[in-house]
């Protein structure tokens, strides 16, 4: 493997020093590999220089020319370089215009001078595919698209200003997680005078569609306020081995850090719960007390997490519950409150029609209602009344309170014991 040539020198005494790194088609793979990142590899020539004193680190001067630099991510080509130039002098830097291929596809240009204690003036344009990033992304998969980018950076160091355009052509990405693709996403994001503008910005997650407007304002790179409008149409929402649902939706995001309101309406086109319920109705004929789990921190909403909250929850189709169970048609007429960090529900969620499975009966739900009242926390208080006849027995089976509190009975009419009514329940 090819090294490098380094020539150093240390003065003890006035504690001047010098550093010269010559590398010639040096190999980077070894030292990607010392950090852990064995899939990268790559090439370098050029040289490094450095000179100074250790009690005035400040005052040093450093010059940089590479004549070629070739990264790689396993045998498919990263970034490439040439004439790659800069220089350290009198506490400010230059960094002399510079092309960067992007997987031999895109590009970027670089340029600028500046004190690392003054003013700076740096600018970058481009075409970068989006793919990329891939790389260093782990919680995603399989981008495509590229990002077109123009921005300035001028200004003081501490603080500088910033003016950029960054557009977005054809995004598309892989969302493990919930188990949908994002994709066609295009638009334009615009950074100027410390606020970011999103327009004509809109995509696709699956058949469903969303689109995204309006500006958030930035203090020290940090979100400061907002004032955003999003809207979905037949977006599809996918929680992993528990429910899918198909939304519309028309939200509206308003105000600061300190005081925020989101309002709107989502509609459930289209909604299907099927995770199954481990319940043994065999030891739940009295009061449930359910032994409480460890509460888990709530993980919270940075910078607007006191937004508070006024969408109202509807239904165009009922959302069935369809697992080992039951079998319910459910109308909702909710409205979600509370705060970012801390959402709560109300309102009243109907049964429409459906059944209840239980010791190979189906037993016929009569009445059915799921109220939100809680006024602290999202917990639904069910009343479900549900019959089947056996022979000349109608045995009712009821459900109610909360699911920490959860009360389950059995009546039959004639009366019978809750042994007799078990045993009927056995009957083929």
């Known amino acids: 493997t090819q090294a490098f040539d380094l020539e150093a020198a240390y003065a003890l005494d006035s504690g001047d020093f010098t550093v010269a790194a010559v590398f010639n088609r040096t190999q980077l793979k070894p030292y990607f590999a010392l950090t852990g990142q064995a899939d990268f590899s790559g090439m370098l020539s050029g040289t490094v220089k450095a000179r100074g004193n250790r009690h005035r680190l400040k005052q040093a001067t450093a010059q940089m020319d590479v004549a070629l630099l070739e990264l790689y991510y396993g045998a498919e080509e990263l970034v490439r370089t040439q004439n790659l130039k800069g220089e350290l002098k009198d506490r400010r830097f230059v960094l002399p215009e510079s092309s960067w291929s992007i997987l031999e596809q895109g590009h970027l240009n670089l340029q600028g001078n500046g004190a690392f204690d003054g003013s700076i003036d740096l600018s970058i344009d481009g075409s970068v595919p989006l793919r990329a990033a891939d790389p260093f992304l782990t919680a ?107 939304l519309n939706s028309s939200l509206s995001f308003k105000g600061d850090r300190e005081n925020a309101f989101a309002e709107g309406q989502i509609t459930v086109l289209d909604g299907l719960y099927y995770k199954d319920v481990n319940l043994n109705l065999l030891k739940s004929f009295t009061t449930v007390k359910r032994s409480a789990p460890p509460r888990k921190a709530r993980t919270a909403i940075p910078y607007f997490g006191h937004t508070v909250l006024d969408v109202s929850v509807k239904r165009r189709l009922p959302i069935v519950v369809e697992n080992n169970l039951a079998y319910l048609e459910i109308s909702p007429d909710l409205r979600m409150q509370g705060t970012v960090n801390n959402p709560v529900l109300s309102g009243r969620a109907r049964v429409d029609t459906g059944d209840i499975y239980y010791g190979g009966k189906t037993f ?53 014991s809750r042994a007799d009514i078990l045993s009927l329940l056995c009957l083929l």
């Open 364 to 416: 016929v739900v009569k009445r059915g209602i799921v109220d939100f009242l809680n006024p602290y926390k999202i917990e639904p208080t069910l009343d479900i009344h549900s019959e089947v006849a056996v022979r000349d027995w109608l045995i009712t089976l009821l459900i109610s309170g909360t699911l920490e509190d959860l009360k389950v009975e059995l009546s039959s009419n004639p009366p019978e």
């Open 140 to 246: 995603v998969d399989d981008l495509g698209g590229q990002v077109i980018v123009r921005a300035t950076v001028a200004g003081k160091a501490s603080n500088p200003s910033i003016d950029a355009q960054v557009k977005f052509e054809n995004i598309a990405v892989t969302l493990p997680s919930v188990s949908q693709r994002l994709q066609g996403v295009n638009g334009k994001i615009q950074v100027a005078d410390s606020k970011v503008t999103f327009k004509d910005f809109a995509g696709q997650i699956g058949k469903g569609r969303f689109d995204l407007s309006g500006t958030l304002g930035l203090a020290k790179w940090q979100p400061e306020n907002a004032d955003l409008v999003f809207n979905a149409y037949q977006l599809p929402v996918e929680i992993p081995d528990t429910m899918s649902l198909l």
